[in-house]
C-alpha cells in the first residue's frame, strides 16, 4: 500500500487539525476554569470583608461596653449603699433617737421640761 504524497499531507493536516481542535477545546476548558476560580475567590473576598466589617462593628461594641462598665463601676459607690452599711447607718440613728427621748424622759421626771 503506497500512499501518495497528497494523502499524507492530507493526513498530516488532519492529525494538525485534530490537536489544533483538542488545544483549542483544552484552552477553552482552562479559560472556563480560571473564570470559575476568579468569581469564587471573588466571592470569598466579599465574604472576608463583611466578616472585617462585622467584626469592626463588633470591637467597636465590645469597646463601648468596656466603657459603660467602667462608668458603672465609677459610679456604683456613689449610687449604691450596702445593707449592711443602711442598716448600720439606721441603727446609729435610731439609738440617737432612743437617746434624746430618753434624755428628754429624764428631763420630764425631774420636772425640768413640761409637755403641754
Do not use: H
Request: charged share 30%; proline share 1%.
Amino acid at each position: 500500500m503506497q500512499m501518495e504524497l497528497r494523502d499524507v499531507l492530507s493526513l498530516v493536516a488532519i492529525i494538525l487539525t485534530l490537536i489544533g481542535g483538542y488545544w483549542a477545546v483544552a484552552k477553552y476548558v482552562g479559560k472556563l476554569f480560571t473564570q470559575q476560580l476568579d468569581s469564587k475567590f471573588d466571592a470569598l473576598n466579599q465574604r472576608l470583608a463583611k466578616i472585617e466589617e462585622g467584626e469592626l462593628l463588633n470591637n467597636q461594641a465590645v469597646t463601648q461596653v468596656e466603657r459603660d462598665l467602667m462608668k458603672l463601676r465609677a459610679e456604683l459607690p456613689e449610687k449604691y449603699v450596702r445593707s449592711e452599711d443602711y442598716i448600720r447607718g439606721q441603727s446609729r440613728l435610731e439609738a440617737k433617737i432612743d437617746s434624746l427621748a430618753g434624755g428628754l424622759q429624764r428631763a420630764q421626771l425631774r420636772g425640768g421640761y413640761d409637755a403641754n
